[in-house]
């Protein structure tokens, strides 16, 4: 098992991870008495490995505490513990000890020739080559440090590009011992100016924090940060997608996990701290009010302390200036591992709206608010309304449809929100909408006439039936999805007419079942069936997206017994999942086809797994051309 401890030792977070790591079921509401006894049971009896990555723990106490839910495994269990503190070692040993060293000199250029050069290449620039072999004595072995600076001069030939890194003033600034923020200073310094900003909106967010493309583009958007020339006829989260290739390829982001409608990814914890460098005073996370300054003049703040209470939240909203741009309280993941949530009431929000009228993006996820105030109206600037997982809101106020300026609106987890507000066709500039909802009928409140919108998904409206006609008016809608909506028996009519469908999810949709014939999407990129009974075999529909799917995940379809044969006609098909789908025992004939698809993960297909097995199943041949091959029974 292992888990990313950072800067805080929440030990019921930890044991909540570990737990989860191990295979165990967890969930927000659990509490310590039943963490540790679901931990227990796991690890009762058994022989475990655990590695607790980057801790920063002083507190014996809590350490023990953590130690203590762990004994029920075998003796010979061993816990890896890294730190950059030898004063957490000391807390923490009995137990030898290791300081390592940093990369040799040969492993240390071998990666960064691999992050600055295409295969083959540094052959042919032996000068380069020597100007990376000074630089990289400055690194000091650090593989991040190695492979940031690699990363920056991929593709760069000139030798002046890499003398002016070799020399560069910012190795000469004081520095603490191994601190290699001059390396990351150095990458950041050469970001093309655009990026500058939505790398230090990052700094936002906690460390170990795990983003998503779809989150981060929408809150670059409600701030203004992506540019647009006046005769780019890309739309703006398309520029976004781009600004994210471009940090993923210069290392500033990693863990990479493309789950098909989106990509998450996680910062290396010294990037986040670079990032907080460089944000200075404009941005400002706050995970304690009492430990925090000079955050009077940001315009852009992350609230996380959820120790505030009403009055203190209050005063400290009044402190804030009122050139506020974005107000954040709380992050996706924030609660799932035994964080409080934020005590948000009425009254800050309302403190929020008459304080703080330039605000574009306010983020109230996971806060306890059971109505919004109707003044929200009154942020014509807003472009970014984040109210998800507020459970007890029922109605929201009609007049939220005046925000026309208004992009993107999460209603997810909402999940006694009644309806949708009346006049929702009015919020013209919607272009992201998330929805939980209880209705059973959507109509009349013209979401079938949003011509904006490019992202539409349903999450948890466990009575929805149907779909208001006239859909197909939803011209520029990429993403599409529906999630736990068992009452929904069909897709939407017409959805042949939505061009520019890319991604299609539907999961855990009881009733849905696959009717053949042409009223289907025809340029899928990305496709995700998950949880659908009646599903026998893949719908025959798929073959119209034959040259464009790139992403097919397939999962606890119990029913499922057969793949199609021409399944390896999905020619631009490059990752496969199949996950819990126990009645299927083999893949088609010709999966030797697929020839650029580049990852197959099988999981619980007990028979499938059998017959993929390298060298001994009788499926192996087919697929032995795929560099990852993934499979457990």
Known sequence: MGVCVSEDFNVLKLAKEIS???????????????????????????????????????????????????????QESKILVTTRSHKVVSVMAPGP???????????????????????????????????????????????????TLGSLLYSKTEERDWISIRDSEIWKLEQKEDDILPALRLSYNHLPSFLK??????????????????????????????????????????????????????????????????????????????????????????????????????????????????????????????NMRTMKFSCEDWVQFGRSVINIKESSVE?????????????????????????????????YLNLGWNKKI???????????????????????LEELPRDIRKMISLR?????????????????????????????????????????????????GFQN??????????????TALENLVIKNCWKLNFIDGDDYPTRLRSLTINELPQLVTLPQWLIGSANTLQFLDISSCQNLEILPEWLPDLSSLRKLQIHFCPKLLSLPEGMGHLTVLRELNIHCCPGLSRNCKKGVGKDWLQIAHIPLVKLTE
Not at 368 to 376: A, D, E, N, Q
């Open 485 to 498: 909506c068992e009452s929904l028996i069909s897709l939407p009519q017409g959805t042949k007419h939505l």
């Open 197 to 322: 900003p939505c790398f230090a909106y990052c700094s936002l967010y906690p460390k170990d924090f795990r983003y998503n493309n779809l989150e981060l583009i929408q809150s670059w958007m409600a701030n203004g940060l992506l540019q647009k020339s006046n005769k780019s006829t890309q739309e703006l989260e398309d520029i976004g997608e781009q600004y994210i290739k471009e940090l993923l390829s210069r290392s500033f982001f990693q863990e990479v996990e493309d789950i098909g409608v989106l990509l998450t990814f996680k910062m290396h914890d010294l990037l986040n701290d670079l990032s907080l460098y460089v944000a200075q005073h404009d941005y400002c996370l706050i995970e304690n009010v009492n430990n925090t300054n000079n955050f009077e003049k940001a315009r852009h703040v992350s609230i996380l302390d959820h120790n505030l209470g009403v009055h203190a939240m209050k005063t400290f909203l009044h402190k804030l200036s009122n």
């Open 351 to 383: 403190t929020c709206i008459s304080k703080f009228k330039h605000l574009r993006l306010l983020d109230l996820r996971f806060s306890r608010l059971k109505v919004l105030p109707s003044s929200i109206s009154t942020l014509k600037h807003l472009r």
């Open 20 to 74: 989860k790591s191990a295979g165990g079921v967890i969930s927000e509401n659990m509490s310590m008495n039943e963490v540790q006894a679901s931990l227990r049971s796991i690890l009762k009896k058994k022989r475990f490995f655990i590695v607790l990555d980057d801790v920063w723990n002083e507190n014996r106490n809590k350490w023990i505490s953590l130690k203590n839910l762990l004994i029920e495994g075998d």
């Open 432 to 480: 992201f909408l998330w929805v939980t909802t209880t209705q059973m009928h959507l109509r009349d409140n013209g979401i079938e006439c949003m011509c904006s919108i490019r992202n539409l998904f349903f999450l948890d409206c466990h009575e929805l039936e149907y779909f208001p006609k006239g859909h197909q008016r939803l011209t520029t809608l990429h993403r599409l």
């Open 394 to 416: 029922k109605k929201l106020p009609n007049s939220i449809c005046d925000l026309q300026n208004l992009e993107t609106l999460i209603l997810v987890g909402c999940e006694k």
């Open 97 to 147: 000890i290791h300081d390592i060293e940093g990369l040799s000199e040969n492993d240390c250029l071998s990666l960064f020739l691999r992050c600055a050069f295409n295969e083959g290449e540094p052959k042919h620039h032996p000068k380069l080559v020597d100007i990376g072999k000074q630089i990289l004595k400055k690194c000091k072995g650090v593989p991040l440090a190695v492979k």
